[in-house]
């Protein structure tokens, strides 16, 4: 009986050894081929162009009253001066004072037209860490073959060469097939109102959108695990949601000598304890399934066999990315404690305690279900939950890889960067693309830059070969459209 068992145990065992093994054998790559393209030629003056660029002072502030509106002004006057083409033969239109659209009308007014995005504002130099900049911030310098400055990466580099890209088509009298839209804000740091206005404007005209283009991926050779640096290309396909919830205990104080048992600080500090003990469960859905479907087939055979087999493997991939704050953020709708307050006396026991909690919301989960989700985690009716509209955003949908959009994007990619790997991923961060929602189904995150340093930050640069190879790659992008 024992060796009856013993054998069922074993025949089922290489049964499942199989599965596993067919299961990999047959994940194939589904990176896409396309032949060398011809070499872009780019002058240099399209560097001093974006070095001067990076000396406006184009710095949004969260108190947008306060934004210096004559350094978006100087950086449009700018523009007009050194693409005079564009300026002749496409329609320029200011939205919400600083925004801008450009309308470049194509051969064919029933196809569906594309908008391609970036945006003139950047963040500020904290005076504090001024002094930590190897060179000025704002002086668009040049050293060891890096241009350096605030928005050289984040996001004058897509603003310039997209421009830079359309200038030289003019030059050879292109015109698109479908028309283009480039629209850049000038508040994208500073919570996206001025592409809104954009968005509602192409509303009332009707315009639907083929795709959209916007910031939010890169290629990276260090951040993908495995792949031995060969470089990868990060198309958002989607875009975490953002809700902010506040928590508010309001119960009797009192004099410190004589604490009850419970205090409003202990009520809220429990709430927050069982609230990050329930995180939101794991997915690979949407993106992130993507991702895994193009980057799975490329992998070292373990990870592939892991990948390929998410039937027997899922749970232990999702212990393994939970691990990491980045690779957790890519599967779940995050819980982020951000703001704590209560107290305004050492000898006071306060009535009140607040706490914000920032979520970021996986595509699939809603605003609503968070609520739920806190609820249910904290389950206390002493603990007030508070919506804070002012930044609340749902999630994004998820662009189909299937959509043309998609496609183009990776043969401009591929083209412009051979070699590289293509992988469709979810954007953790928010981009005003976002506001397009309701203008095209297909929104596309991805800048051509490699491996982004300092944005945001300290010492923001990127090579001046790697601007050149971003002008080439808008160019093949806007003249491969279809
Ligand atoms: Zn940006």
Redesign the pocket.
Known sequence: MGKKIMLFLLVVFLVLVMIVLVKTFTFNSVQPNYPTAKLVLINNQAIVHLQQGIRFKTVSLSDSAKTDSSAFLALQRYLTQIYPLIHQKLQLEKVAQYSLVYTWKGKNLSLKPVVLMA?QDVVPVEKASAAQWKVDPFGGIIQNGKLWGRGAA??KISLFALLEATEKLLQENYQPKRSIYFVFGHD??AGGKGVKAVAALFKTRGIKADWVLD?GGEITKKEIPGLHEKPVALIGTSEKGYLSIGLKVDIEGGHSSMPKTETAVDVLIAAVQKLRAKPFPASFDGSTGDFFKYLGPEMPFVSKMAIANQWLFKPLLFEMYGKSAGGNALIRTTIAPTILQAGVKDNVIPAIATATINFRLLPGTSIDAVFRHVKEAIQDDRVQLIKQNAFAEEASAVTSTQSEGFKQLEKAVIESYPGTLIAPYLTVGA??SRQMAGISANILRFAPITDLEG?HGLNEHIGVDEYKKAIGFYYRLMKGLK
Do not use: A, I, P
């Open positions: 945006h984040d996001d994208e740091e910031e981009t005003d944005m």
